[in-house]
């Protein structure tokens, strides 16, 4: 079954990026990062546990540099297991490990995942210095997990081919725009193109209890003949086959940044309707082999400085909203994102009503969107 959360994998492929190499050595201009320190008393236990025992992390992306600084800030060593394993392999890691040294300490999970976890007892609870920051809807109310880093959907126009780059869901019906219009594959089974009709149903009257106008703005971009059916990658992005891309931001913005000098891309999140976000969480294992460094290292991924990790790899950090009000992203990341206020204003579905949107789809899809 397709997987319709923000897919991991996929984040992966855009790890080498132009900025993801520099950023982190970004200054802040002046600006002192706001998040608090560690407890004294924590970070004294946690460096007694000497090593923390990561899983599904992978070296290649944005958690290789923060899981390097961290390891030397507090002089402890960082174990990454399975690195590009699964949410299932996750969970079942904590059940088949329980009691060995080499358990996992903590998790990096789809909410879905993360929601069996809480009702196994397989998480423990921990509410981050930065708590306050983080959103109640992406987050358990008792601290078993909480919502890290997200990416929402955008367009990449190939400007060697799309003349007048679209700015809004509306501007994709003009006929500018015929056999451009191409998303991750069909909505049934891929994740990111489903989350490209729960996107359009917010922009044209939905909700996330009702993606209905989704799936009909799209039967309406298929008449129009600007529908493209082809699944979009790089390749056919390039290449001009799908010249205008929507898929998760990141994915479009790494490209973006790797042909730069070649192909020009531009990368728009659009203006109407409120963007949708699809996330992953951060959890402790219930039996945690090393709590305190488990703890320390949860703290430092939600501090502003773990936060600004993940954007520099365009994974947009959960607490995003909270730090442009306290000027600690700086201006250099800023001027590569678009929009960066529209940011502020994500919304995430719940389970349950995703489930019921993925049902509508697969009920709509094949009736009404005719290729």
Known sequence: MASFHLNRRALLQGGALALGATAFQLPLSGRALASPAPAADLV??????????????????????????????????????????????????????????????????????????????????????????????????????????????????????????PRAWADLLKPDYRGMVAMGGNPMR???????????????????????????????????????????????????????????????????????????FEVVVPNDGAPYGNYYVQGISAFAPHPNLARLWQDYLFSDEGQLGFLAAYAHPIRFGRMLETGT????????????EAYKQVRFASQAQLDKAKQVVADLWPREVKI
């Open 44 to 165: 004294a236990a946690a460096k007694r546990e000497r090593v923390l025992n990561t899983i599904a992390l992978s070296p290649d992306w944005a958690f290789g540099k923060l899981m390097k600084d961290f390891a030397a800030r507090y002089g402890v060593e960082v174990n990454p297991t399975n690195p590009e394993g699964s949410s299932a392999e996750e969970l079942q890691a904590i059940r088949s490990l329980k009691g060995q040294e080499r358990a996992p300490d903590c998790v990096d999970l789809a909410p879905s995942f993360a929601r069996q976890a809480v009702s196994e007892g397989l998480l423990q609870p921990y509410k981050v210095a930065t708590w306050d920051d983080i959103p109640a809807s992406v987050k358990d109310a008792e601290g078993h997990y909480n919502g890290c880093y997200y990416g929402i959907i955008s367009f990449a126009a190939n400007k060697a081919v799309v003349g007048t780059v």
């Open 190 to 264: 891929d994740g990111s193109a489903f989350a490209a009709v729960m996107a359009a149903a917010l922009a044209h009257g939905g909700s996330f209890d009702d993606i209905a106008p989704g799936v009909e703005f799209f039967a309406r971009l298929a008449a129009a003949g600007n529908y493209n059916p082809a699944q979009t990658d790089k390749g056919t992005m390039v290449s001009g086959q799908t010249p205008i891309a929507l898929r998760w931001n990141y994915l479009n913005l790494s490209i973006r940044d790797e042909e730069a000098g070649r192909t020009e």
């Open 329 to 340: 992203v700086p201006e250099a990341i800023l001027a590569r994102l678009p929009s960066p």
